[in-house]
């Protein structure tokens, strides 16, 4: 069974300081792996995501990730954060993509980030 | 194009009243689901359909029921309400590679 596991569930941060927000997982088989973003009081947006190909994967605004198989993460990171990148942020897996693929989501990462 | 949309934004209940949780979209994608947004619990799967007339069930299935009848709609509906299911649902429709969100009911069951 798939599991995923957001090791913080709150991070502080300074303006203009760099963040990473950690995700591992455990499947069996093939995953596909997702990070989304929920600004308060809003719905899920997707930031990136992996479905094969290079493991550093881009996303919106200036956010990637690198998917390591080996110690089966996929953290999110980001160089230099902005107020505006004061959100709950989400890692999610699927191992069946396509018409048929159910996310299996992580519990959540509060990132808050201070003047 | 707006993409999922869902209907009510709030809505209180009492215990044991019965309510439809809308969704609709206009992407023509065949796969939909619900999910549930608890604090500190990420989202959870409650059902979920793979096109019309196919609904199967998620994590969290318990007091919900699902129907597909339109590739547009999929509907959520609590039988008899309780304070347990007080959340706030989201509905996901997805393309060939990316799920797209409603922006969410929130439930209030007293």
């Known amino acids: 069974a798939q599991s995923v596991t957001q090791l913080d569930s709150q991070v502080p941060v300074f303006e203009e300081a760099p963040v990473e927000l950690r995700c591992n997982y455990s499947s069996s088989v093939s995953v596909y792996l997702f990070w989304y973003v929920q600004y308060p009081n809003q719905g899920l947006q997707l930031l990136l995501k992996y479905l094969s190909g290079s493991t550093l994967v881009k996303g919106i605004n200036g956010f990637e990730a690198e998917f390591n198989k080996s110690q089966t993460s996929f953290h999110l990171r980001k160089p230099s954060v902005h107020i505006s990148d004061t959100a709950e942020y989400f890692c999610a897996v699927s191992d069946i993509w396509g018409s048929q693929g159910n996310l299996i989501f992580g519990k959540g990462t509060k990132l808050s980030v201070k003047p | 194009n707006a993409g999922v949309t869902q209907t009510p934004k709030f809505q209180v209940l009492k215990t044991g009243q019965s309510m439809t949780l809308q969704c609709a979209q206009d992407?023509?994608?065949?796969?939909m689901s619900w999910y549930r947004q608890d604090p500190g619990m990420g989202l959870r799967l409650i059902h979920y359909s793979v096109g019309a007339g196919i609904t199967d069930q998620g994590e969290v299935p318990n007091g919900y029921n699902v129907s597909r009848s339109t590739t547009e709609d999929f509907p959520l509906r609590l039988l008899s309400a309780a304070p347990s299911q007080t959340s706030v649902y989201f509905c996901a429709s997805q393309g060939d590679d990316e799920q797209f969100f409603g922006p969410g009911t929130r439930l209030t069951v007293l």
């Open positions: 992407m023509n994608h065949e796969y």
